[in-house]
């Protein structure tokens, strides 16, 4: 498609300096693929100029990125990429490997989309590890050749047959009911919630129905479940979400689906006062850089809800933990990024500067049923940022 044509087809209507990936059927997906093996072929066929020819990406460097600033009433930003290219040659020194590695996963996508299979990214590791190991010895060439192709295509990593391999987990004031099956509760449910799947396809397909005010975003499964067994939707109606850590893309998406569904229901985050848990809110904020093509999909306006400088009042100094140099990195990273917000940006700073982190378990020393406290009186003085 050309660029002018995909730059029409995204959310981004008439701006050609935005990239998106497109949501398409397998039909689509298997069309594309045959263009690009044709065009290698005409390439290497041509009787003048025989050429093996280069594959152009989407560049996904720091210099392609950008946000796209809330303007509209959703209050929603997002990372996204421009047409800016780089490419991957088979005989360009240091990515010969990356080429044929683009062009091996396309060959399994091709096969599974043909027999309307889904598969995880890790399945797809193995299997080509076993295929060709000499080209996929760790999980990382699967995750960067994954993207590639993605930028290859302009497609989704769903539409590519490739599903989320989700840990997400919700509980609260919802009702969940998929096409022929029967509705789910998670107002009864244990502490442990509702698993969501990694089909995306499934979750573009229930229907929600939820008296709740308030959507509460939670990093760890553990504070989760300690606001799932207080049962704290009962008093303040709400949905708890979580991932269980960095955020995967199959949590991203239902949190998206119940931000459109419920555009009045705002989204608090429960996260540690970290670097890392800043940057867990950026991407349920923002979406993911490493996924410019598809992040304005799954961003959402998220509301930091907690843990923050005015919180640490409440935690005692013992309880305080030394950065570590993953902090430092991730800060690092989040401080020379474009799309931190100003107060996001003083609460990193006052982490550098003090040179401490603090988790949200650090309020148990209040007592175990302080956190449902804490987080009622936050949500209805309206403390968040």
Not at 92 to 114: H, P, S
Request: hydrophobic residues 45%; aromatic residues 8%.
């Amino acid at each position: 498609m050309a660029e002018s044509g995909v730059a029409a087809a995204s959310l981004f209507g008439t701006d050609p300096r935005l990239c998106s990936a497109d949501v398409l059927p397998p039909a689509e997906v298997r069309a594309r693929i045959e263009v690009a093996v044709l065009n290698f072929l005409a390439a290497l066929a041509d009787p003048s100029a025989p050429a093996i020819s280069v594959l152009p990406l989407i560049s996904r460097s720091a210099a392609n990125r950008g946000v796209r600033r809330a303007l509209l009433r959703d209050g929603v930003s997002s990372v996204y990429l421009s047409h800016a290219f780089c490419r991957r040659s088979l005989t360009r020194a240091n990515d010969g490997k990356a080429f044929v590695r683009v062009w091996k996963v396309m060959e399994v996508c091709y096969k599974i989309l043909g027999e309307g299979k889904l598969v995880t990214q890790r399945e797809l590791f193995y299997k080509l590890l076993s295929d060709s190991p000499s080209y996929f010895s760790c999980q990382r060439h699967i995750n960067q050749t994954v993207q590639d192709v993605v930028s290859l295509l302009r497609c989704t990593r769903q539409s590519l047959g490739i599903m989320a391999s989700s840990r997400g987990a919700l509980i609260g004031r919802i009702v969940l009911q998929g096409l022929g099956e029967e509705h789910v509760d998670c107002s009864i449910l244990g502490p442990s919630g509702h698993a969501i799947t990694g089909d995306l396809n499934v979750l573009s397909k229930l229907i929600f129905s939820s008296d709740a005010r308030y959507l509460i975003l939670v990093e760890k499964d553990a504070i989760f479940q300690r606001l799932a067994e207080d049962r704290i939707y009962n008093h303040l109606p709400s949905i708890l979400i979580t991932a269980k850590g960095y955020p995967d893309l199959a949590t991203r998406f239902i949190l998206h689906r119940l931000s459109l569904t419920f555009p009045n229901m705002p989204i608090f985050a429960l996260v540690d006062w970290n670097p890392a848990g800043l940057a867990i809110l950026c991407t349920y904020k923002y979406g993911s850089i490493s996924m410019g093509l598809e992040s304005y999909r799954y961003a959402c306006n998220v509301k930091w809800l907690g843990l923050r400088g005015d919180d640490l009042q409440l935690i005692p100094q013992s309880a305080y933990q030394e950065l570590k140099p993953r902090d430092l990195q991730i800060a690092k990273s989040l401080l020379s990024s474009k799309f931190l917000q100003e107060k996001h940006r003083a609460e990193l700073t006052l982490m550098l500067e003090m040179g401490k982190r603090a988790e949200i378990e650090a309020l148990y020393s209040h007592g175990f049923d302080f956190l449902g406290k804490y987080v009622a009186r936050k949500v209805v003085q309206g403390d968040y940022i």
